[in-house]
């Protein structure tokens, strides 16, 4: 029984010193709100998404003035129901294309981490905000490869 013991304790202690263990040059972490902030492709879209809202509230400001040039109240509930189809039609198209604009930024930046990380040779990133200590931080890197590779800024 002790021999067998004793098999069994030396036999689990090679096998577990045969596994290669992650060491922490192959861990790497990045502040994704940063690389998001700094990346020039998402400030120019996230441009032109307010300006895009901006432009619905004016709209909406126009059509203000109008109805208060209205004097019948069938007229003034005819304006209403349009510019409500209208508005809403608008605000529909600015939410899909603010969804389908961020899905293209997060993809990019998704890309541009698994190539960065390539070059590097890490293995896995983490946000930043679940490293305690130790790994690479990769936040600048990604930033530099968006801000300068052409492709990672969408043709859209």
Known sequence: MYKFKLIAVTSLFFSLSAFNPSYPDTIGC?????????????????????????????????????????????????????????????EDAILKLKLQKEQEIFNNIQNASKIVSAQKKIDVVFDYRVILSGGTDLTQDIIDYLNNNKSSSAKK
């Open 30 to 90: 990045a502040d994704f709100k940063k690389i998001e902030n700094n990346y020039s492709y998402a400030q120019k879209t996230y441009k032109e998404l307010d300006d895009k809202v901006l432009a619905l509230q004016q709209y909406l400001i126009n059509k203000d003035k109008e109805y208060k040039t209205i004097d019948s109240p069938v007229s003034k509930k005819n304006f209403e129901e349009k510019t409500e189809k209208e508005y809403k039609a608008k």
